[in-house]
Every structure is written in C-alpha cells, then in structure tokens.
C-alpha cells in the first residue's frame, strides 16, 4: 500500500488560483498513472484531471477543461494540479490518485476505482 500525499489547498475568492501537488516518499510513482478526483459535502468522488506516466496524455472534466492543468514532474515524483478562474462549485476536498498502469484510456481515467493508491486529501474552499 502506497500513501499519498496532498498539499496546497486553502480558501480563495472566485477567479483566483491554487495550486495543488502530490507527492509520497514511499516509492516512485514515475511510471504510473495519475489522477485527480473532488468531492463536495454530500456528493460522490468525481473525476477532475487524470495523466499519463510520462506526461504524454493527460484527460480532464468537462468542468474544468480549459481552467485546470495537471502535470507531473518525475524528478521530484511529485503531481500538480493548477487551478485557475476558480468557481464556488469546484469547492471540496481534492484527492489525488495512483494507478498502477503507466497509461489509462480517456474512458477508465474518469473512474476512481480504477486507481489503486489514494491520498487523504486537501480541502479548497472557493467563496464567492
């Protein structure tokens, strides 16, 4: 079991911006595939971001395309999620997730249990 582990949420106005990283100094996440997911109070666990080992591929929501970015840095095995125009609904708790194939398809990145290692999370809270 590999933990993970979630930093830099916070509260921010809307339109501002966050930046999120994931990161664990249990062993190398380089080769596998990496996803963000949210979850609002009394709503289920909902895909946001997901990216390919190398950083080749990367897929998002519908509701945050064009306004978040994932992206990875392997020298520092860690994973971000920047987060920009920043809306009161995209408040929850973020949790970042590790699959154990380097590669998901667009369809099976959307779905948390295809992921096999999952951090506590990090809260962001947007007010309007």
């Known amino acids: 079991q590999v933990q993970l582990v979630e930093s830099g949420g916070g509260l921010v106005q809307a339109g501002g911006s966050l930046k999120l990283s994931c990161t664990t100094s249990?062993?190398?996440?380089?080769?596998?595939?990496m996803g963000w997911f949210r979850q609002a109070p009394g709503n289920e666990r909902e895909f946001v971001a997901a990216?390919?080992?190398?950083?080749?591929?990367?897929f998002y929501a519908d509701s945050v395309n064009g306004r978040f970015t994932i992206s990875r840095d392997n020298a520092k095995n860690t994973v971000y999620l920047q987060m920009n125009s920043l809306k009161p609904e995209d408040t929850g708790v973020y949790f970042c997730?590790?699959?154990?194939?380097?590669?998901?398809?667009?369809?099976?990145?959307?779905?948390?249990?295809?992921?096999?290692?999952w951090g506590q999370g990090t809260q962001v809270t947007v007010s309007s």
């Open positions: 997730a590790a699959d154990r194939l380097g590669v998901l398809s667009h369809d099976r990145s959307r779905y948390a249990d295809e992921y096999d290692y």
């Open positions: 249990e062993r190398t996440i380089s080769t596998n595939a």
């Open positions: 990216i390919s080992y190398n950083g080749g591929s990367a």
